[in-house]
């Protein structure tokens, strides 16, 4: 190595200007790379981490988009199949109900009712009127007429599976629409037995799916799709591989042994939110990819984030960074005796600047542009820079107090929400012929749920049990509305069937949001323990005996209220016994749902209640609460959990 001694004696004899380009460029070369590379790392690791973090928020929105479409199309057939099971009805009753279903939907592109041979029929072996949009009017058709529907998959799936099923995408009618079929499978009870009566199915077409994926564009290649449960393509920007091809076949075409295995993992409805890299095979170009499986029909969303792309601001910067220090190491080493001082000052007053806007002071002044070079380019970037900064910084403090502001208002509307339900207990501490205890737990700030008592006279007890259609801000004021009305409507001598019915008349005028709710409404006599009911598309409640008998309500056989404006309901009875009880629930309790996609089913809830009929009715609702806790394992709550208990005690006062 060349000693210092060695490099003076060297240099002793060169002039100033040769020492001074010399030691500047030798150090600015090496501060210059330190800087870069430092700069580069640091920009590269902000740029990655920023990706991870968009594509989470980017693929869980998609995917919440294409939920929502799918549950609101479930929740039809389901509501469907109990009417159809728990009701008697005519084919003029079947028709108008498919009508309303297809012309009240806009994602709903035809429904039918297929029954088993014989069922509705006694002297048919099909029967399946089908309601379908066409050239922008609702038309009819007989599937029996059509094909044999028992061989098809929406029919023959939820069948043998005895649940509701999506279908595998296909081309509909003239092969030009894009479709799936949503099956749920309904019965009839022939004394203890249950027997198939027959399957529901609505076809959605999957443009609408189509449309929200075909709306993420990340730069200019990036984009989204979707596959089915088997692994074929139904939306991608290559429109000759969709219906055509699998992930598979796109694997084995390519020799690509990570999208098979990706292919696996998506058909298993596994998710990956951490980005990993892939080939795109649209591009060929390295890309990021997640995917989250689409919980409602099987199916997977993928998104790639072309790497290229998200990196060509950081490679263009680097190398405008690399241009100006070369081109400034070069023309300082030519003229560094005569432009030192112009450089090296405004170079001392941008560092410490830049300084201050790294410690968070986005006021500070930046030097005066005085020249056009190299210096003075990077003056006005820093300026720009610090500009946009500051802009941004703006909108996210204006972004978190709306956020704020929005998570108060949520916070009031459900403070108002539950003070307009009574939640006083006991209720009624003077009145020793009955005791009543209710509790409601909203999926969201504010729930659809509702429940309600009051005495209509001194004899009479009315109590009511509701759930609308929906979550969020719209169900709580349909709700509101809903529970308004019945108060309203209640009169003395008005039986539960009459008041529902002026309830759903009132409902239907207007409701342009086609909302709607279910309702168990009933009129106790504290006297004799006669209950009056109705019930409206709910859940029938479970009756408990002194004796420890428990037993489903029978069902009055009414609809949903708020849907059709001349629907009428009917009212039964039930006599209670001193000690008897009956329990009330909204259907976010046998629905509840775990990790692993489990209900928490009617028949556990029995067995629960069977298992808690000795204790208070309180004791029983909190023990039926605190199932439910443990079979979710903290999953996040679907829906809305409402339970209200009705003891009916007598007139303890006599004897």
Same mark, same amino acid.
């Given at each position: 190595?060349?000693?210092?001694?060695?490099?003076?004696?060297?240099?002793?004899?060169?002039?100033?200007?040769?020492?001074?380009?010399?030691?500047?460029?030798?150090?600015?070369?090496?501060?210059?790379?330190?800087?870069?590379?430092?700069?580069?790392?640091?920009?590269?690791?902000?740029?990655?981490?920023?990706?991870?973090?968009?594509?989470?928020?980017?693929?869980?929105?998609?995917?919440?988009?294409?939920?929502?479409?799918?549950?609101?199309?479930? *929740?039809?057939?389901?509501?469907?199949?109990?009417?159809?099971?728990?009701?008697?009805?005519?084919?003029?009753?079947?028709?108008?109900?498919?009508?309303?279903?297809?012309?009240?939907?806009?994602?709903?592109?035809?429904?039918?009712?297929?029954?088993?041979?014989?069922?509705?029929?006694?002297?048919?072996?099909?029967?399946?009127?089908?309601?379908?949009?066409?050239?922008?009017?609702?038309?009819?058709?007989?599937?029996?007429?059509?094909?044999?529907?028992?061989?098809?998959?929406?029919?023959?799936?939820?069948?043998?599976?005895?649940?509701?099923?999506?279908?595998?995408?296909?081309?509909?009618?003239?092969?030009?629409?894009?479709?799936?079929?949503?099956?749920?499978?309904?019965?009839?009870?022939?004394?203890?037995?249950?027997?198939?009566?027959?399957?529901?199915?609505?076809?959605?077409?999957?443009?609408?799916?189509?449309?929200?994926?075909?709306?993420?564009?990340?730069?200019?290649?990036?984009?989204?799709?979707?596959?089915?449960?088997?692994?074929?393509?139904?939306?991608?920007?290559?429109?000759?591989?969709?219906?055509?091809?699998?992930?598979?076949?796109?694997?084995?075409?390519?020799?690509?042994?990570?999208?098979?295995?990706?292919?696996?993992?998506?058909?298993?409805?596994?998710?990956?939110?951490?980005?990993?890299?892939?080939?795109?095979?649209?591009?060929?170009?390295?890309?990021?990819?997640?995917?989250?499986?689409?919980?409602?029909?099987?199916?997977?969303?993928?998104?790639?984030?072309?790497?290229?792309?998200?990196?060509?601001?950081?490679?263009?910067?680097?190398?405008?960074?690399?241009?100006?220090?070369?081109?400034?190491?070069?023309?300082?080493?030519?003229?560094?005796?005569?432009?030192?001082?112009?450089?090296?000052?405004?170079?001392?007053?941008?560092?410490?600047?830049?300084?201050?806007?790294?410690?968070?002071?986005?006021?500070?002044?930046?030097?005066?542009?005085?020249?056009?070079?190299?210096?003075?380019?990077?003056?006005?970037?820093?300026?720009?820079?610090?500009?946009?900064?500051?802009?941004?910084?703006?909108?996210?403090?204006?972004?978190?107090?709306?956020?704020?502001?929005?998570?108060?208002?949520?916070?009031?509307?459900?403070?108002?929400?539950?003070?307009?339900?009574?939640?006083?207990?006991?209720?009624?501490?003077?009145?020793?012929?009955?005791?009543?205890?209710?509790?409601?737990?909203?999926?969201?700030?504010?729930?659809?749920?509702?429940?309600?008592?009051?005495?209509?006279?001194?004899?009479?007890?009315?109590?009511?049990?509701?759930?609308?259609?929906?979550?969020?801000?719209?169900?709580?004021?349909?709700?509101?509305?809903?529970?308004?009305?019945? *108060?309203?409507?209640?009169?003395?001598?008005?039986?539960?069937?009459?008041? @529902?019915?002026?309830?759903?008349?009132?409902?239907?005028?207007?409701?342009?949001?086609?909302?709607?709710?279910? @309702?168990?409404?009933?009129?106790?006599?504290?006297?004799?323990?006669?209950?009056? =009911?109705?019930?409206?598309?709910?859940?029938?409640?479970?009756?408990?005996?002194?004796?420890?008998?428990?037993?489903?309500?029978?069902?009055?056989?009414?609809?949903?209220?708020?849907?059709?404006?001349?629907?009428?309901?009917?009212?039964?009875?039930?006599?209670?016994?001193?000690?008897?009880? @009956?329990?009330?629930?909204?259907?976010?309790?046998?629905?509840?749902?775990?990790?692993?996609?489990?209900?928490?089913?009617?028949?556990?809830?029995?067995?629960?209640?069977?298992?808690?009929?000795?204790?208070?009715?309180?004791?029983?609702?909190?023990?039926?609460?605190?199932?439910?806790?443990?079979?979710?394992?903290?999953?996040?709550?679907?829906?809305?959990?409402?339970?209200?208990?009705?003891? =009916?005690?007598?007139?303890?006062?006599?004897?």
């Amino acid at each position: 190595m060349i000693s210092l001694s060695i490099l003076q004696t060297m240099l002793k004899n060169k002039g100033i200007a040769f020492k001074l380009v010399l030691f500047f460029t030798l150090s600015s070369v090496c501060i210059f790379t330190l800087i870069f590379g430092y700069n580069y790392y640091v920009s590269r690791r902000a740029i990655e981490k920023g990706i991870g973090e968009n594509s989470q928020n980017l693929i869980l929105a998609s995917k919440n988009k294409i939920e929502a479409v799918l549950a609101a199309a479930q *929740k039809i057939p389901e509501n469907i199949s109990y009417f159809l099971e728990n009701s008697s009805y005519n084919e003029k009753e079947i028709y108008r109900l498919l009508y309303t279903v297809v012309e009240k939907n806009p994602e709903i592109y035809g429904a039918a009712i297929a029954f088993e041979p014989h069922v509705f029929k006694k002297d048919a072996d099909f029967f399946a009127p089908y309601f379908f949009k066409e050239n922008g009017a609702i038309n009819f058709k007989h599937l029996d007429k059509a094909y044999n529907y028992f061989l098809s998959d929406w029919y023959q799936i939820p069948k043998e599976l005895q649940l509701p099923e999506w279908t595998e995408p296909y081309f509909g009618e003239g092969g030009n629409i894009l479709m799936c079929s949503y099956g749920v499978p309904f019965y009839k009870k022939t004394g203890d037995k249950r027997q198939l009566a027959g399957v529901i199915v609505i076809d959605i077409s999957i443009e609408s799916l189509r449309s929200i994926v075909s709306s993420i564009k990340i730069l200019k290649t990036g984009y989204g799709f979707l596959i089915s449960k088997n692994g074929t393509y139904i939306t991608h920007p290559m429109k000759e591989i969709i219906m055509n091809e699998t992930i598979f076949s796109i694997a084995e075409a390519r020799k690509k042994k990570s999208l098979r295995e990706i292919g696996r993992s998506m058909i298993k409805g596994e998710s990956s939110l951490t980005p990993f890299m892939v080939d795109s095979i649209l591009t060929g170009k390295k890309c990021w990819m997640t995917y989250v499986p689409i919980i409602s029909n099987g199916w997977s969303l993928a998104i790639l984030f072309p790497q290229d792309e998200l990196m060509e601001d950081i490679a263009r910067l680097n190398r405008m960074v690399i241009f100006l220090g070369i081109t400034g190491i070069l023309l300082l080493a030519i003229a560094v005796v005569y432009i030192a001082r112009s450089i090296t000052k405004p170079l001392r007053a941008m560092a410490q600047a830049t300084q201050g806007i790294g410690a968070g002071n986005l006021d500070i002044d930046l030097p005066a542009v005085t020249s056009g070079d190299e210096v003075g380019k990077l003056t006005e970037a820093f300026g720009y820079m610090k500009a946009s900064l500051k802009a941004y910084i703006e909108q996210l403090t204006e972004a978190t107090a709306l956020k704020e502001r929005m998570e108060s208002e949520l916070k009031v509307a459900h403070d108002i929400q539950m003070s307009i339900l009574p939640k006083m207990f006991p209720a009624f501490p003077d009145r020793t012929e009955f005791d009543i205890y209710a509790i409601i737990k909203p999926a969201k700030e504010v729930g659809g749920d509702f429940y309600d008592f009051f005495q209509i006279d001194h004899e009479h007890l009315c109590f009511v049990i509701a759930d609308v259609s929906g979550k969020g801000i719209p169900a709580s004021l349909f709700m509101a509305v809903t529970k308004t009305l019945i *108060k309203a409507k209640a009169a003395v001598g008005l039986t539960p069937d009459r008041i @529902i019915t002026r309830v759903n008349e009132e409902l239907c005028v207007g409701n342009d949001a086609n909302m709607f709710v279910t @309702i168990f409404c009933a009129i106790l006599d504290v006297r004799t323990g006669e209950v009056e =009911y109705t019930n409206g598309g709910h859940n029938p409640p479970l009756v408990i005996r002194k004796s420890g008998e428990v037993s489903v309500l029978k069902s009055t056989g009414g609809i949903v209220v708020g849907v059709i404006d001349d629907a009428r309901y009917t009212a039964d009875i039930l006599t209670l016994e001193p000690g008897d009880s @009956i329990y009330l629930y909204t259907d976010g309790v046998n629905e509840a749902m775990n990790e692993n996609g489990e209900l928490f089913s009617d028949k556990r809830l029995e067995q629960d209640i069977i298992k808690l009929k000795e204790k208070s009715i309180k004791e029983i609702i909190d023990g039926i609460m605190g199932e439910i806790e443990i079979f979710v394992q903290g999953t996040p709550q679907s829906d809305d959990i409402t339970m209200m208990v009705i003891q =009916y005690r007598g007139n303890t006062k006599e004897g």
